[in-house]
């Protein structure tokens, strides 16, 4: 019997021709490598812009009867973004449910995409993860030191042991936070400025950090603006995240003092 990325077993007699996403990254890349397997999605996943079907909410709190009733074959889910109680509902309810770990670096995730995609869906190895491998095989030599906000009000930022935090590492930016021991710490404003990095990067999502609405925190430092998705999700968007995060973080001369 096919297990998830937990261990648990995934009761499929056949490959699966009706599938419901909790996790947007995910929903890209099941689409993007078979049109049409999607049959429902979280409120949360864009991509592909062109996905038309029903939606069941949002991936902390879905509505688990609306997923039932789109009766799917296999749901897929996150450990990081769902919550283990929406899971076991689905499986006492014998909905066959794959959850995928919360990857702390980019091999890991493309690993687990592959598992899930190649096992879990029987499907061919898709041409997109084979580039994103060979695009993100090679780090860049270290050349900045980064504070990563995800959150203000209050201020949460990327700790250890995160894929957003091996995304950077990649591409030559060393995260302050990486040996905390959190992997989403809540400092002080006071000690995100002291904490010695000379950038910070500021994602839209999940907090839409703007020209106007997060720089002018951090006085002195360079500061890029990027692409949330790119930074934290594990699918097709991967293959043009390197070149636009590296560009978006190399054009970061901009001060505010």
């Known amino acids: 019997m096919l297990v998830d990325d937990l261990g648990e077993p995934v009761p499929l007699t056949a490959p699966p021709k009706r599938v419901v996403s909790l996790v947007p990254s995910l929903t890209d890349a099941i689409e993007a490598s078979s049109p049409g397997l999607v049959a429902g999605a979280t409120d949360y996943c864009t991509h592909p812009p062109s996905l038309d079907v029903p939606r069941v909410g949002g991936s902390k709190y879905p509505r688990v009867d609306a997923v039932l009733d789109l009766r799917p074959d296999l749901v897929v889910a996150n450990a990081e973004e769902n919550r283990p109680e929406d899971v076991a509902r689905l499986r006492a309810d014998g909905i066959p449910v794959w959850v995928t770990t919360a990857a702390a670096t980019v091999p890991e995730g493309l690993g687990s995409v592959r598992r899930l995609l190649t096992q879990g869906l ?41 894929f957003a935090g091996d995304v950077l590492l990649r591409l030559g930016v060393e995260n302050v936070y990486a040996d905390h021991r959190d992997r989403y710490p809540r400092p002080s404003l006071e000690e995100l400025n002291d904490a010695g990095a000379d950038l910070v990067v500021l994602p839209d999502e999940p907090y839409e950090f703007t020209a106007g609405d997060g720089p002018e925190s951090f006085p002195g430092l360079r500061y890029a603006l990027v692409n949330g998705r790119h930074l934290t999700w594990c699918g097709p968007s991967l293959v043009a995240a390197h070149a636009a995060l590296l560009g978006a973080e190399r054009r970061s001369g901009r001060r505010l003092d």
Not at 141 to 162: E, F, L, N, Y
Request: hydrophobic share 50%; glycine share 2%; aromatic share 12%.
């Open 122 to 162: 029987d499907l061919a190895e898709p041409e997109w993860l084979v580039a994103a491998e060979d695009v993100w095989r090679t780090p860049e030599p270290v050349w900045a030191r980064a504070v990563i906000p995800v959150w203000r009000r209050p201020w949460v930022v990327v700790g250890r042991d995160t």
